[in-house]
């Protein structure tokens, strides 16, 4: 699912960051803001200096240890405020319509996530982000109502879209592109010689008679005698040769071929070979019970993301969208390291 809704969704933002860990003792550079309007959505204008903030708020909670750092930041800014402009963008647009839907939020319901989200001493965090106390509070409400617009007019829709039938389907969709998978460990005796096939014969009346697997018989295997044996081989069921495969199943693990006539690619001799089969592993693809959840909820995202363009599509039809960032040169970089 596209991640439109800034924060609710915020944490997801930070993935794919940078890593910080490398910048502890770098050089700390300084940096301007080319501060400007980029968007109007309906009669509210949102600015370099707006999404700062929003990206000042994001940076603290993922990365709290490091807020002082500039490097970090600067590349943060550079990677995430096209991303977070959107966002900021989207969310207003549903302000605007939580404003003609009557959508209420308390007070008291905005001091309560103030706590949350910055802890008891708010005043202190607030200050260290870099922003005012009403900034946070604005910030916040507008959160809280983004969500709940969000709620009723995506998710509630995208969770009754959902049935049953269509995790059937992509169950079917999830076994064609997981097959089962077979791991097959096998070795091959290969016994050469004018007389390969009345040694070989002999050789697998031994080999039935101890019951050992190939490395108990290794003083059996030397270039006097002409008898080999390969190193153990694991592979896939699906790069394994037809040839081999076709032997191998006809094959307890533990167990042995009875001698077969083949002509060595080496030289053009008959050789024969016993083949030995040391373990065979199977792995079916994952029930469907145990992935029920996981593709309900891969199925409720598609269906919420489509849910969620078609939104702001009308949201931005209804209220008036200007984006301004699009008279701006490509090039535009709005944090510039001095």
């Given at each position: 699912?596209?991640?439109?809704?800034?924060?609710?969704?915020?944490?997801?933002?930070?993935?794919?960051?940078?890593?910080?860990?490398?910048?502890?003792?770098?050089?700390?550079?300084?940096?301007?803001?080319?501060?400007?309007?980029?968007?109007?959505?309906?009669?509210?204008?949102?600015?370099?200096?707006?999404?700062?903030?929003?990206?000042?708020?994001?940076?603290?909670?993922?990365?709290?240890?490091?807020?002082?750092?500039?490097?970090?930041?600067?590349?943060?800014?550079?990677?995430?405020?096209?991303?977070?402009?959107?966002?900021?963008?989207?969310?207003?647009?549903?302000?605007?319509?939580?404003?003609?839907?009557?959508?209420?939020?308390?007070?008291?319901?905005?001091?309560?996530?103030?706590?949350?989200?910055?802890?008891?001493?708010?005043?202190?965090?607030?200050?260290?982000?870099?922003?005012?106390?009403?900034?946070?509070?604005?910030?916040?409400?507008?959160?809280?109502?983004?969500?709940?617009?969000?709620?009723f007019y995506v998710y509630m829709k995208a969770q009754k879209n959902v049935h049953p039938a269509d995790v059937r389907v992509a169950y079917k969709d999830y076994q064609k592109a997981n097959p089962p998978q077979e791991l097959w460990s096998y070795q091959v005796i290969t016994i050469r010689g004018d007389d390969s096939q009345k040694s070989s014969e002999n050789f697998?009346?031994?080999?039935?008679?101890?019951?050992?697997?190939?490395?108990?018989?290794?003083?059996?295997?030397?270039?006097?005698?002409?008898?080999?044996?390969?190193?153990?081989?694991?592979?896939?069921?699906?790069?394994?040769?037809?040839?081999?495969?076709?032997?191998?199943?006809?094959?307890?693990?533990?167990?042995?071929?009875?001698?077969?006539?083949?002509?060595?690619?080496?030289?053009?001799?008959?050789?024969?070979?016993?083949?030995?089969?040391?373990?065979?592993?199977?792995?079916?693809?994952?029930?469907?019970?145990?992935?029920?959840?996981?593709?309900?909820?891969?199925?409720?995202?598609?269906?919420?993301?489509?849910?969620?363009?078609?939104?702001?599509?009308?949201?931005?039809?209804?209220?008036?969208?200007?984006?301004?960032?699009?008279?701006?040169?490509?090039?535009?970089?709005?944090?510039?390291?001095?």
């Amino acid at each position: 699912m596209k991640r439109l809704i800034l924060f609710f969704l915020f944490p997801l933002l930070l993935v794919g960051s940078p890593d910080y860990s490398s910048m502890m003792n770098a050089p700390q550079p300084t940096f301007k803001i080319e501060n400007r309007i980029l968007a109007q959505v309906n009669d509210t204008t949102v600015s370099v200096l707006d999404v700062k903030k929003r990206m000042d708020i994001l940076f603290h909670k993922g990365y709290p240890q490091f807020t002082d750092n500039e490097l970090a930041k600067f590349q943060f800014y550079q990677s995430s405020w096209k991303k977070v402009l959107d966002e900021i963008i989207h969310g207003e647009l549903m302000i605007s319509d939580s404003v003609t839907k009557e959508l209420k939020v308390s007070d008291g319901e905005v001091h309560e996530e103030l706590i949350k989200k910055f802890g008891p001493n708010v005043v202190a965090t607030l200050d260290k982000i870099g922003i005012t106390h009403t900034e946070a509070e604005k910030i916040v409400k507008d959160e809280m109502i983004v969500q709940r617009m969000m709620w009723f007019y995506v998710y509630m829709k995208a969770q009754k879209n959902v049935h049953p039938a269509d995790v059937r389907v992509a169950y079917k969709d999830y076994q064609k592109a997981n097959p089962p998978q077979e791991l097959w460990s096998y070795q091959v005796i290969t016994i050469r010689g004018d007389d390969s096939q009345k040694s070989s014969e002999n050789f697998y009346s031994s080999i039935l008679e101890s019951h050992k697997n190939p490395e108990d018989l290794s003083a059996l295997f030397d270039e006097k005698s002409n008898i080999s044996l390969s190193k153990e081989f694991v592979v896939e069921g699906t790069d394994l040769s037809n040839k081999h495969k076709s032997i191998l199943e006809t094959l307890e693990p533990g167990s042995y071929s009875e001698p077969i006539s083949q002509k060595s690619r080496f030289d053009g001799t008959d050789v024969h070979r016993i083949f030995y089969l040391k373990d065979l592993e199977k792995k079916e693809a994952a029930s469907f019970d145990s992935l029920y959840e996981r593709l309900k909820n891969e199925i409720f995202y598609q269906e919420a993301d489509k849910l969620t363009g078609a939104y702001i599509s009308k949201l931005k039809d209804q209220y008036g969208y200007e984006a301004i960032l699009e008279d701006i040169p490509d090039d535009f970089q709005p944090f510039v390291i001095q």
